[in-house]
């Protein structure tokens, strides 16, 4: 059994997303957490403080630990975002906006 | 049953500037202890942005007590280190308009008789300073002297190194006063300390302290909301405000007064301050507020437009009606002493106002006009008069 | 209903969230003659309860992760053809401004890319609540998740975090989420609970009263141990091992007050951890207005309603988790008694049933799942406790003794514990233990989420006062 066959799922064609630019499969509605979980993958940033490890906590937006570079923008929660053809995720290094820095 | 235990003197407040009394009375010999209704830094301390600041302020007695402080507070960053994030990191003050420019030269011109370091900045030398500020401003003034300190923990470490006892989270009953008047000591909700001196260290409850001792002291809250980014790079090296401010502290008005502080923090966040609201001790949100401040850093640093705010806070300045804090001893009740009433600079203020206090506990001379802070010169005035005899 | 917004419009009734309190609420007062806005963040119905695949995902048996499925159903179709409820998808609503009209102000979309405005005459709070987390070693390795969270990852994106996951922590909820996750194809090596489960024995006839509760809880238990799942109850994970990712798990007993017994650890492999203690009530917004809150029997605040779902605020009503965490079933049922309150009509007899029994059953779960007051033994110095600003229990331990903070605002003053992206949630309710002050008070928030600083900077939606 897997969640799919569940709920009985019969999903239309999967789109493509780029994870640190390798491609990787998300069913259409999914969110970019959920296809990227789907993928193996459970970690997509760095701490501030620590650099240590972190991805998708509560699921549901409140922790902010999912965050990430998603299309150029730093800090977007990937549990709320709808995976879109050809999104680019970035994996975010610590506050993700390096380049202001003066 | 209420314990009894005897101190030289008893700070009621354990504020910044409480714990600065209680820092520099320790210093001269006293055996002090502290007393709070609430925690560490419970008041207007936990609220504020930690300014440290000469460039606001003209000259008079407010300015002597921030030079005074500026020199202290370089002494203690040497003591404290990082723990209370002290940075040396100076002022910039921007004027948004040419005539601005010229009161802001000749407002700084007036501070440098007094001892105030305030260098020129021109048009095309503000973007090397800070390179995210906006173009096409006129000019400003750099105040090297202005610096920031996170200010709970300055509190806090300025109260631990006292070695003074806390009592925090009960709340002064009464104060204790002999036959001549003269102060013996304070109750609390759960015990009586005895000591021949008190120093009302209450900052926005500083009027409710004096009234237990039979004096008016109209100290009033002045509201003040505070923007705080998400973590951010180094992009604001000072503290950065448009010139627009030093009216703004210095205005009797009770309407809305707002124009934003910017400056960042060695967390992260930058700091976006500061509203002024008479509006009592109302904690409502107002979005209009915040929509001002945030419309006022977006002019100065455009780059914020981009970033999120995560959160904002409030909280309620202390001041008296001539805008300047009442420090010293209480001409009407021997052994009350007052440190409160410091407005939007307690932070900066609060050493100068600990060591000028601690002088008199001791009985040293003081070599500083203090007469301009004297509690008691509301008397008589329409804000003064009233409930003050017992 | 109507999926969009209209700033001109001036709403009886402006309900946020919309799951099971909002939707009932939404629907009754629609029923009543009111205009409705049914504000929500998210992009559908149903808020965190009734989560579900997004249309695209094409799942023929949606309800197979669900309880109560029919009743969303129907909700959601009668709300589709009531005429007088915009529903007002992606508004994430900051700040609730009180005047003559309450005034919402909503940052809208997953990226918070533009800012919109409600006005309303009545305000119904039915925000929901969310998980609660109490740190240990290892808990913010990726792998671990909340309990909730992996409920509802697997119900609107159909994925697990793993396949071997152990499911820990206190409250009805791990059953659920077990339950789910075991069905979906994930092996549950154990479901670790804080509690013996024994609380509930005290009250016989709350569960009595509560039919549909028990049945619950058996359906949940009958499917787990078709699944050989095993309940270790009085037990909690105290460590999760691993680098980059969870590898695994030391479980150990606890005794009455949750201390772990030394000498019992006993280490579980797994790939995902799922853990969390019950829920916590989303009150922000009223919190920031000056409503009463209560402490409830498990340490949480929830909002003071009187018997019509008034709050002590005039014009602002509450429903569901919000006034205590007590299930859908209440949730829906204060959703129409606050209904009819706003519409000045008299409340059903029905749902006043449900609300008094669910509200004796909801007090009963939560004294049988209160944190017990050692939980903190098996919080090392080194554990973060803020996972925001990474700030270690050391820190935290230190601002009490060294310091001088005795309440968790102090705490977080002093350590930046709580003031990170998430503003508390995560560690707020642990800091308030470490901190040795009072639990259960309302954390003060005044925007009650981020707000991009050029939204901030535009006037009520219309365009930036600057350049």
New interface residues.
């Given amino acids: 059994m897997d969640p799919l066959e569940l709920v009985g799922a019969e999903p239309g064609p999967a789109r493509t997303i780029l994870f640190d630019g390798r491609p990787v499969s998300a069913l259409p509605g999914q969110t970019l957490a959920a296809a990227l979980w789907a993928d193996g993958v459970v970690a997509w940033r760095t701490t501030r403080v620590g650099g240590r490890p972190r991805g998708a906590f509560c699921g549901i937006g409140q922790c902010f630990d999912c965050l990430a570079t998603v299309n150029g923008r730093p800090n977007q929660r990937l549990c709320l975002l709808t995976a879109e053809h050809g999104d680019a995720v970035t994996t975010q290094e610590g506050h993700g906006h390096g380049e202001l820095d003066v | 049953m209420l314990k009894r235990t005897s101190y030289d003197v008893v700070v009621v407040g354990a504020g910044v500037v409480g714990a600065a009394c209680a820092y520099y009375a320790a210093r001269a010999g006293l055996r002090v202890a502290v007393v709070d209704r609430g925690p560490v830094a419970g008041g207007t301390t936990g609220a504020g942005e930690g300014n440290l600041l000469v460039s606001d302020k003209e000259p008079g007695p407010e300015l002597d007590l921030a030079l005074l402080s500026t020199t202290l507070w370089r002494e203690l960053a040497e003591e404290f280190g990082d723990r209370v994030e002290y940075e040396p990191k100076g002022g910039l003050v921007v004027a948004s308009a040419p005539a601005g420019l010229d009161a802001l030269n000749g407002f700084a011109a007036k501070q440098r008789t007094v001892g105030v370091e305030a260098v020129p900045v021109a048009a095309d030398s503000l973007r090397e300073l800070e390179p995210h500020l906006a173009e096409g401003l006129p000019g400003g003034v750099l105040y090297p002297q202005d610096a920031q300190v996170q200010p709970a923990l300055a509190a806090a470490h300025l109260l631990r190194a006292s070695g003074a006892e806390r009592y925090l989270g009960e709340a002064v009953t009464a104060l204790r006063r002999g036959p001549d008047g003269a102060i013996r000591g304070v109750v609390t909700e759960r015990r009586e300390l005895a000591a021949p001196a008190v120093v009302n260290a209450a900052g926005t409850w500083g009027g409710a302290v004096a009234e237990l001792a039979g004096v008016r002291l109209p100290v009033l809250p002045r509201r003040g909301f505070v923007l705080v980014t998400e973590p951010l790079p180094r992009l604001v090296r000072r503290k950065v405000y448009a010139a627009d401010y030093v009216a703004d502290v210095a205005s009797g008005s009770a309407d809305l007064q707002s124009s934003a502080v910017v400056e960042g923090t060695p967390a992260g966040p930058v700091l976006i301050g500061a509203s002024r609201e008479r509006v009592g001790f109302d904690r409502t949100l107002r979005p209009e507020v915040l929509h001002r401040l945030a419309a006022q850093a977006v002019a100065l640093f455009p780059v914020l437009r981009t970033v999120a705010v995560q959160r904002a806070y409030r909280g309620f300045r202390p001041y008296l009606p001539d805008h300047l804090p009442a420090i010293g001893h209480d001409a009407r009740v021997p052994g009350l002493y007052h440190a409160c009433g410091h407005e939007g600079a307690g932070i900066g203020l609060a050493p100068a106002t600990g060591l000028l206090i601690a002088r008199q506990l001791a009985g040293e001379a003081v070599e500083f006009e203090l007469a301009p802070f004297r509690p008691e010169r509301f008397d008589g005035t329409a804000e003064g008069s009233g409930s003050g005899a017992e | 209903m109507v999926n969009s917004t209209s700033e001109q419009v001036r709403y009886d009734l402006a309900v946020i969230g919309a799951g099971p309190a909002g939707l009932a609420a939404a629907d009754a007062a629609a029923g009543l003659g009111l205009r409705v806005a049914l504000v929500d963040?998210g992009?559908g119905l149903g808020g965190?309860y009734y989560r579900h695949?997004?249309?695209?995902?094409?799942?023929?048996?949606?309800d197979?992760?669900h309880h109560g499925w029919r009743t969303f159903a129907e909700l959601r179709e009668r709300l589709a053809a009531a005429p007088l409820v915009d529903h007002l998808a992606g508004h994430h609503v900051w700040?609730a401004?009180?005047g003559e009209d309450w005034?919402l102000?909503a940052t809208r979309g997953?990226?918070?890319a533009d800012r919109a405005t409600v006005t309303a005459r009545c305000l119904l709070l039915a925000t929901g609540a969310?998980?609660r987390q109490l740190p240990f070693p290892g808990w913010?390795l990726?792998?671990?998740?909340?309990a909730?969270?992996?409920?509802?990852?697997?119900k609107?994106?159909?994925?697990?975090?793993?396949r071997r996951i152990v499911v820990a922590g206190s409250g009805p909820l791990l059953l659920a989420a077990a339950s789910s996750l075991a069905?979906?194809?994930a092996r549950i090596p154990a479901i670790v609970e804080a509690t013996a489960y024994l609380g509930y024995a005290r009250g016989l006839p709350v569960l009595a009263g509560n039919p549909a509760k028990l049945a619950e809880g058996a359906e949940h238990a009958a499917r787990l141990l078709r699944h050989g799942v095993r309940l270790r109850r009085r037990s909690a994970v105290v460590e999760a091992h691993g680098t980059?990712?969870i590898t695994g798990v030391t479980v150990a007993r606890l005794d009455a007050r949750w201390k772990p017994v030394p000498g019992t650890e006993r280490r579980i492999d797994c790939d995902?951890l799922a853990v969390g203690h019950g829920l916590v009530p989303q009150i922000d917004l009223a919190v920031?207005?000056?409503a009463d809150t209560v402490t409830t029997a498990d340490g949480t605040a929830a909002l003071r309603v009187d018997a019509q779902q008034r709050t002590s605020v005039p014009g602002l009503w509450a429903a569901g988790e919000t006034c205590g965490v007590g299930g859908a079933d209440l949730a829906l049922a204060e959703g129409v008694l606050a209904a009819h309150s706003v519409a000045g009509k008299p409340a059903p007899a029905r749902e006043l049933t449900v609300r008094r029994r669910r509200r004796a059953f909801a007090a009963l779960m939560a004294a049988a799942h209160a944190p017990g007051p050692d939980w903190t033994g098996w919080v090392t110095d080194d554990t973060?406790v803020c996972?925001?600003?990474?700030v270690p229990a050391r820190a935290v331990r230190e601002?009490v003794t060294?310091?001088?903070?005795?309440?968790a605002?102090?705490v977080k003053?002093?350590t930046?514990a709580g003031?990170?992206?998430?503003?508390g949630?995560?560690c707020g309710p642990a800091v308030a233990c470490l901190s040795g002050g009072p639990v259960g008070r309302p954390d003060s928030?005044?925007?009650s989420c981020?707000?991009?600083?050029?939204q901030?900077?535009?006037?009520d939606g219309t365009t930036?006062?600057?350049?």
């Fill in positions: 963040a992009a965190q695949p997004a249309p695209e995902l094409g799942a023929a048996r949606p197979k992760l700040a401004e009180r005034i102000h997953p990226e918070a969310y998980e913010t990726p792998g671990v998740v909340t909730g969270g992996a409920q509802a990852m697997l609107s994106g159909l994925v697990l975090p793993g069905a979906a194809g980059d990712r995902a920031e207005l000056g973060d996972r925001c600003e990474e601002a060294e310091l001088g903070a005795a309440d605002r102090t003053l002093l930046r003031m990170g992206w998430c503003q949630r995560m928030r005044p925007l981020p707000v991009p600083l050029a901030l900077a535009q006037r930036e006062l600057s350049e």
